[in-house]
């Protein structure tokens, strides 16, 4: 090399810093490029993300090809430097030195540490295009790379270390539910609650969103003409159960828009009710929402009674508590039934006792167990393992309530009490808490 210029040597030795940096860059964005996306891109007719996508499936093969040009690439530069630093300074063991020193400064500076890290800022981006030099590289250096991966391959078999076949490709539900949920400039609040609310469906179970047995709102047909004639005129749902001798006896689901010619004609009565009667729809308990949404679908049913494993009623659910579960609540509020929160003056909320404990959690922010009980009612009584009496105080989950009411062997009111020199947290609706612990 004694007959090449200085200014060649540099020239060239500039290459191949550039050429390191490349194989750099190439390194990082093809690892850290979200796959998601270039699988999007390649749908889309992107050549690049296609590209990138042939070559991640075979990351052994990548990793080979791109590490071997880059070593390849810094052992020439070193050995150019040497060459340089001995026609300028001479021969000596310091000179030899500072050469080694300048030239692992240059590659670190241009060659690894700013490449990297404009690789990963910009690795989408960067991905689909290096994968244009990559491809014929790859093609180039086979043999070499084969040769390698035999020893790598070997390595990793002597040490019982088997790289999962799916790396850095598909996602978990809890993964996508997580993307959702931070994903703040991608989906406004609304969206990003039902997105996350879908990915809950199937770990919340009809149990959760039905309405109790004592609280379904039924008819009987042995009662008299004219109070049947008044439950159904009054009725505020448009299905109801209709049961034989007890509530528990649920014999048929009237529609009441089938009933509209009963109510003209005055004659309402056990018998004239029959014929109408729809076959019961029964669900058992423990369904999840996701498997139910898909039974209602598929049977064409709108309301499902829930039995437990012995055949008793336990509740009733709809397609609508189902689908509030995802959109939250749309439907307005029956007459009569009131708000089941009230937030006082002194910054506590009075709760209704057979509140549903997820709705607690979600509007209010508390942590009350849902592994159990579902009422608030059933909580503290399971809790103290007796009815107790008005005035009783306790502490469930970090929350400290006070029993305000009791009737009928049910805890009916409670007031939660903020936390000492806490302001109260206001009111939220369902939607606003997707992301609260199910």
Do not use: C
Not at 22 to 51: I, K, P
Not at 107 to 122: D, N, R, W
Not at 329 to 335: K, Q
């Amino acid at each position: 090399m004694d007959d090449i210029p200085l200014s060649t040597l540099g020239i060239v030795l500039a290459v191949l810093l550039v050429l390191s940096g490349f194989f750099s860059v190439a390194e990082t964005a093809m690892m850290a490029a979200n796959r998601v996306r270039l699988r999007h891109r390649a749908q889309q007719g992107s050549t690049g993300a296609r590209n990138a996508l042939a070559l991640l499936a075979h990351t052994d093969r990548l990793l080979g090809m791109i590490l071997l040009g880059n070593n390849l690439i810094n052992a020439a530069a070193a050995t150019l430097t040497a060459v340089l630093t001995e026609r300028l300074f001479g021969e000596g063991k310091l000179v030899l030195a500072a050469g080694t020193i300048a030239i692992t400064f240059l590659i670190l500076v241009f060659s690894e540490v700013t490449p990297k890290v404009v690789g990963a800022a910009y690795a989408d981006r960067l991905a689909p295009a290096v994968s244009f030099a990559l491809k014929p590289l790859l093609k180039l250096a086979k043999p070499a790379v084969w040769f390698v991966n035999l020893f790598v391959q070997g390595l990793l078999w002597l040490g019982r270390i088997e790289p999962p076949k799916d790396a850095g490709g598909a996602l978990t539900q809890e993964e996508i539910r997580t993307l959702v949920l931070e994903g703040n400039q991608y989906f406004r609040g609304k969206h990003r609650a039902m997105l996350a609310n879908l990915f809950d469906l199937e770990a919340v179970t009809v149990d959760d969103v039905m309405v109790p047995r004592p609280q379904i709102h039924a008819i009987g047909l042995d009662a008299k003409p004219a109070l049947l004639r008044q439950q159904v005129a009054t009725s505020y749902h448009t299905r109801l159960p209709v049961y034989e001798e007890t509530p528990d006896q649920i014999v048929g689901i009237l529609h009441l828009k089938n009933v509209v010619g009963l109510l003209e004609t005055g004659e309402i009565d056990a018998d004239s009710l029959r014929p109408l009667l729809r076959k019961p729809y029964f669900v058992p308990a423990g369904t999840s929402l996701l498997t139910q949404l898909t039974q209602f679908q598929a049977d064409r049913q709108r309301i499902g009674l829930v039995v437990d494993e012995y055949g008793e009623l336990k509740g009733l659910v709809t397609i609508e508590d189902i689908v509030e579960e995802i959109i939250g609540e749309f439907t307005t509020t029956a007459p009569g039934s009131g708000e089941a929160f009230r937030r006082e003056s002194d910054g506590s909320v009075t709760v209704d006792g057979m509140a549903s404990l997820r709705t607690l959690n979600r509007r209010l922010g508390t942590r009350f167990p849902l592994d159990g009980a579902k009422t608030l009612n059933g909580l503290v009584v399971g809790e103290l393992g007796d009815i107790p009496e008005a005035g009783a105080t306790l502490k469930i989950a970090g929350q400290s309530l006070e029993v305000v009411q009791t009737l009928d062997r049910a805890v009916k009111v409670v007031r939660l009490l903020p936390p000492v020199g806490r302001p109260a947290a206001p009111l939220q609706s369902p939607s606003e808490r997707a992301s609260s612990s199910r």
